[in-house]
């Protein structure tokens, strides 16, 4: 049976070993990474200045550092309730978006530079016969077109299928 304490252990090791991850895939320091780690596993709810203090231990100062810089770049917001005075941030979707759109972005110029080798390739064996399919990696380059047409495919769906749940929130 799951307890809330195994629970606590279990998402602050995910903050480090994901935070890790992100820090160096984007270049993030290493508490920002960690911050926006953890509002990824608090959800929409977010969490409040004075939880992150307290569950990341670090300093006031460093938290407000961090949490500029993670809103400068447009990786988190934060919402008010109503009386309560206390701003809850949270990662924002637009994010989420926006990655998926660069990565869309850059699976397609791969495929538009796979087609441009597969083109001039193509040239070649009509040139000249000492060159066949094999020699060339033909193959290689339509399996591989291939995979990147699936890969656009599936993150464009994925990003639809975002838009959709954001939307009904």
Known sequence: MINEKDLIEEKMALVEELGVNIQCADNLPPLASRIFVYLILNGVEGATFEELTDKLE?????????????????????????????????????????????KIELW???????????????????LNNNFTENNLNLKFNVQYSEFINKMINNLTELKQNTLTIINQE
């Not at 550092?65 to 206390?86: F, H, P």
């Not at 110029?109 to 390739?121: A, G």
């Open 108 to 126: 397609t110029k791969e495929l538009s530079n796979h087609q441009k080798i597969y083109n001039y390739k193509k040239k070649i064996l009509q």
């Open 58 to 102: 670090a300093s006031k100062s460093s938290i407000s550092t961090n949490l500029q810089l993670l809103q400068s770049m447009g990786r988190i917001t934060y919402y008010t309730k109503c009386g309560d005075r206390k701003r809850y941030f949270k990662v924002s979707t637009n994010h989420f978006i926006s990655r998926l759109d660069e």
